[in-house]
């Protein structure tokens, strides 16, 4: 059982430059988010969606877009990337179509550096 | 907004009791959690409270909710120096899950 798979786990990008972060559960979850970590501030939320077709903003929504064709997929992407983006990334997901379902389980992380 | 605030640090012997704070923002949330970060991984669910709840207890874990001053708290009994990690807290507004700042938790022998 994969759980929450990201990928990459470590890219440098160039500012100007796009890419997208990828998140997968095999879990059946509906429920599925992104979150930014930086020192000091802790994890802020940047996209959710509560299934297939239905994204919302989060605290930190600007410069990235994110999709949820699928019930197992859901990308994040930076149209062009700025150094204020260098962060860790963690996708998410729950078994309800709430984050207020019950327990969030995290990928990895995604390591972004923005020069 | 607001945030939901803790402490950054937290240092203490191991064999003593742990208490980090969390001060919370939103009190319309049916849950709130407790999230244990530890190095170069993801965040796992530690324990949670119920809204209507004041105190739960798990094992070496005791959550305390004051919802009057939005305050909750989670102590570690007997800390270990496994328990060593970044603690975040998270209320649930809406249909969303926000943290808390997290805080580092050492313990030292």
Known sequence: NAGVTQTPKFQVLKTGQSMTLQCAQDMNHEYM??????????LRLIHYSVGAGITDQGEVPNGYNVSRSTTEDF????????????SVYFCASSSGT??????????EGSRLTVL | GEDVEQSLFLSVREGDSSVINCTY??????????????PGAGLQLLT?????MDMKQDQR????????????????ADTQTGDSAIYFCAETPDDK?????????????
Request: hydrophobic residues 35%.
């Open chain 2, 48 to 52: 949670y409270i119920f809204s209507n």
């Open chain 2, 61 to 76: 874990l005791t959550v305390l909710l004051n919802k009057k001053d939005k305050h909750l708290s989670l102590r570690i």
């Open chain 2, 97 to 109: 899950l926000i943290f808390g700042t997290g805080t580092r938790l050492q313990v030292f022998p």
């Open chain 1, 75 to 86: 990308p994040l992407r930076l149209l062009s990337a700025a150094p204020s983006q260098t």
């Open chain 2, 25 to 38: 923002t939103d009190s319309s949330s049916t849950y709130l959690y407790w999230y244990k970060q530890e």
């Open chain 1, 33 to 42: 988010s992104w979150y930014r970590q930086d020192p000091g501030m802790g």
């Open chain 1, 98 to 107: 709430s984050g207020d379902a019950g327990e969030l389980f995290f990928g």
